[in-house]
């Protein structure tokens, strides 16, 4: 054989080993879509399977500090750096808390309850404008609005005590919404008091004083000759029916003012457990996850890929749960601290507007009540534009540049792991997770109704 032959013959060999090594390090990683989806692996990242880095793989020490590292990762080209030796991704599968609130939801929150409250206030302003009809009932808008209001408390109830019992469904549900039924008390007291001043009009809730049935020095003939002296509009309210309760003198205010008041105190109760049980989600050994490990990598790791018999048994040892390598709290702590600062800023609002209805309950309560209204409502709807603009600025930022939000976690240790780099990714949240198919429909119907 010649030379040249041999020359030939050489790269021939050299050409097929290249192949026959490529092709089985393709087999290795992009076996795992055989089993599972592009979404279980990647979810929405856009990344594809890296090649396997047989620099790493053939031996060499690669020891770090932390065995489990993370990283914001924008690229594909950044992602394929850090999975040395042979990259097997982690399918896993979403939960309820993995969808954080994102610019979307907090908009979608913004645009609903903007209605709720521009009907509110339309409605006070109109029986503030006729408060001296003798017919006094409540607008038109006001019974379209009601129902959709109903709805959405329903839904935040429905939603947050299923999290409760389900840890894989606590969601991020509304710390604000609680304020839609608090407002409705006020425009309660309006309109009973409005509806007490008609009636006076008619003569029907007038009583005669008469200051000559008691002594002189009497206390009671100070305060009714007090009340004698009052505007019209003050006086059946406060004198003429003082000797009934609210409740024999308007039992449809009375209860209506009662459910409004259990409701609003059960929202804020909830919204508080809530905020404090993602705390602890966040900071401690969560009895939930944002993600979990299908449930079928988990009893058959042999579905995940072809891999060496030493990385099959890392996982069979339970590798993925005991290394914490699917526990994302990053984005949960950004979401707590939101949730926080919402729910702070809105009940100091909520206690002064209290506060201003004991004071006055035996006062000139309309200007109070419509001034109450619209200041618990643009506490409520600052509370979530300012986030929808804060992630709204970074997600834009991300777009400009072309990156995605995709956070990734790795092992670090390929002695340990025997020689596989496994890794998680989280579901890119530049568009608030609204480019994602799973329970899409259920999750824009529950931000379209502000429940969350």
Not at 64 to 78: I, S
Not at 145 to 174: C, E, M, N, Y
Not at 301 to 315: F, N, R, S, Y
Not at 342 to 361: E, G, S
Request: neutral net charge; charged residues 15%; proline residues 5%.
């Amino acid at each position: 054989m010649s030379p040249s032959q041999h020359l030939w013959a050489a790269t021939f060999i050299t050409l097929a080993l290249f192949s026959t090594v490529n092709a089985q390090s393709r087999t290795k990683v992009t076996n795992q879509t055989s089993h599972y989806s592009e979404f279980d692996l990647f979810k929405n990242s856009g990344w594809s399977p890296c090649a396997i880095n047989t620099t790493y793989a053939s031996g060499r020490k690669w020891t770090h500090d932390d065995f489990v590292k993370d990283l914001w990762t924008d690229n594909q080209t950044r992602y394929c750096d850090h999975m040395k030796g042979i990259p097997i991704m982690i399918p896993t599968i979403p939960t309820q808390a993995a969808f954080l609130p994102w610019w979307p939801t907090y908009l979608a929150q913004f645009v609903s309850l903007c209605f709720t409250f521009v009907g509110l206030w339309w409605t006070a302003r109109d029986l503030r404008k006729h408060q001296d009809r003798h017919d006094m009932t409540l607008p038109i808008t006001f019974w379209v609005q009601l129902p959709i209001d109903i709805v959405r408390v329903i839904a935040w109830f429905w939603k947050t005590v299923h999290g409760f019992a389900d840890p894989r469904r606590f969601a991020w549900v509304s710390v604000v919404l609680w304020l839609v039924p608090f407002d409705y008390i006020w425009l309660i007291q309006l309109f009973g008091k409005d509806r007490a001043n008609s009636l006076a009009h008619d003569g029907e809730l007038m009583t005669p004083i008469n200051l000559d049935s008691k002594p002189t020095g009497s206390t009671t003939v100070q305060e009714e000759a007090a009340c004698a002296q009052q505007p019209l509009m003050i006086q059946p309210e406060v004198c003429g029916a003082a000797e009934k309760s609210l409740r024999q003198r308007k039992p449809m205010i009375f209860w209506t003012t009662i459910i409004a008041t259990v409701v609003t105190l059960l929202q804020w109760c909830l919204s508080l457990a809530s905020i404090i049980i993602h705390w602890q989600y966040s900071w401690t050994s969560p009895r939930t996850q944002t993600y979990v490990e299908d449930p079928r990598a988990v009893s058959d790791p042999t579905t995940i890929g072809q891999m060496p018999v030493a990385c099959l048994d890392w996982l069979k040892s339970g590798g993925v749960q005991n290394s914490g390598l699917i526990d994302l709290q990053v984005d949960q702590s950004i979401a707590c601290i939101t949730f926080t600062a919402q729910f702070v800023i809105c009940t100091p609002a909520a206690l002064a507007a209290i506060l201003v209805l004991i004071r006055l309950r035996r006062g000139v309560l309309d200007g109070y009540t419509y001034k109450m209204i619209h200041f618990s409502a643009c506490v409520c709807l600052a509370s979530l534009v300012c986030p929808a603009f804060g992630t709204g600025f970074w997600a834009l930022w991300k777009v400009v540049f072309g990156s995605s939000d995709t956070f990734l976690r790795y092992t670090n240790n390929l002695n340990v792991t025997g020689g596989c780099t496994f890794g998680f990714v989280n579901i890119d949240k530049r568009w608030g997770y609204w480019d994602v198919e799973y329970e899409r429909p259920f999750r824009l119907a529950m931000s379209g109704l502000g429940a969350a």
